[in-house]
């Protein structure tokens, strides 16, 4: 069974920076995408932002030139690095990896940011 730890959640206030991350237990040659998702409380889950395994990206109208998603040399740890928070990205989030050739996906167990003042 494939683990994900993610870190990094917290309460910041609007304009305030915080740094989500992922560590996943298992190999970098089976991960097709690594990414990030999250949920406000009464929507649904909605894509933030993903990372494929030739270093393409694709980020959710709402954050871009805010959030920038990165992996670290071995690629099975993914980063969220979020500036100019605002109230409206309050939510979970969750961090998730997709197999290749499988399709599999997998999921973090989420970590909650809280922005307020």
């Known amino acids: 069974q494939v683990q994900l730890e993610e870190s990094g959640g917290g309460l910041v206030q609007p304009g305030g920076s915080l740094r989500l991350s992922c560590a996943a237990s298992l190999s970098p040659f089976y991960i097709h995408t690594m990414g990030w998702y999250r949920q406000a409380p009464g929507k649904q889950r909605e894509l933030v932002a993903i990372?494929?395994?030739?270093?393409?990206?694709n980020y959710a109208d709402s954050v871009k030139g805010r959030f920038t998603i990165s992996r670290d040399g071995a690629k099975n740890t993914v980063y969220l690095q979020m500036d100019s928070l605002k109230p409206e990205d309050t939510a979970v989030y969750y961090c998730?990896?997709?197999?290749?050739?499988?399709?599999?996906?997998?999921w973090g167990q989420g970590t909650q940011v809280t922005v307020s003042s």
């Open positions: 998730n990896v997709e197999r290749k050739w499988t399709g599999d996906a997998y």
């Open positions: 990372m494929s395994s030739t270093g393409n990206t």
